[in-house]
């Protein structure tokens, strides 16, 4: 079939980086045009893209650096500051470390021309993610039984795509039960429409529904996706996920958390840092307010899942227990 429309959101092209606009979709399919190594850090910024877009956003942002550095005498230089610019943009999810090394370890590995050595880093990357993410939805496909109902949180965006596709190809088909995932909506605007776009039977909860509809016998299995996985098996994902977990154990539902790998630089929840935005967000709703002026907001924008709440970390090598991870790494290759 088709991809939907989310599964291709970042292209590059000569006139610079193009990023659809998921602060409006699927209301408008508005893309953003970024010229600018620096025009693409404020796009992540500003949310234009979210979840694994980031990823594919640095990528083509790593290219426009090349682009800038080619001929400067510290072309390398320039190019790692680009790439520190756009780590920096969202801290807690490691997609944008691995864009970034990507397209470095290519230049570093190449004795001709910058841009197109950071373009087949880019390249490189962009094919090793896919691929990773084909894995990693079959993997989780064979861990949910036949027509189960999922509960999914925020946006899962490659990893539910080919879960999606992976469950199909094994004969089976699920039911999906997605959460709103305030304040930016997410669950609402890019996880239920794809889904529905896909043709999967598609509902969406608020936010305050989750533990209702976890101990209402209905739901298969918790399924999300990890914006960073811990050697010691806490899972960091947006807020939220943690009460889903929480209550999913209370009622005896497996919760599967998606991710490549689990993060090597991060050996215990205490090492990741959690990203705080502006308290302002949560006081508005697709561009209304919510709150009166007199209200102020708090915006912790991921939380963190205790193994002990996780059944399954879900990784393109299979399916681990959260205190077996280094398992993952039995061949020593490094996290890439």
Known sequence: MTLPILAESVRLDDDGVHILDRRVFPFAREWVLCRTSEEVAVAIEDMVTQSSGPYFAALGAMVLGAREASGLPDARAYLERVGERIIATRKTNNHLRKAVAAVLSEVDKSTGDLVEAATAGARAGDELYRSRSRA????????????????????????????????????????FLCTETRPYLQGARLTAETLAEMGADTRLITDGMGAAVLSSGEVGALVTAADR???DGHVVNKIGTLGLAVAAE??????????????????????????????????????????????????????VTPPRFVTKVVTDRGAFEPGRLREYYAEGEANQ
Do not use: N
Request: net charge negative.
């Open 229 to 231: 996985v811990t050697m």
């Open 136 to 175: 990693l939805g079959e993997a989780t496909a064979a861990l949910v039984p036949d027509k189960a109902t999922v509960l999914t949180h925020c946006w899962a965006d490659l990893y539910l795509v080919e879960l999606v596709l992976a469950a199909r190809r094994q004969g089976k088909e699920f039911s």
């Open 250 to 303: 209370a009622f005896g539902v497996p919760f599967h958390a998606m991710v490549q790998a689990p993060d090597q630089a991060a050996p215990t929840g205490a090492d990741v840092p959690i990203e705080y935005r502006d308290g302002d967000e949560v006081l508005s709703a697709l561009g209304h307010r919510v709150a009166s002026e007199r209200v102020r907001g708090h915006y912790p924008a991921f939380d």
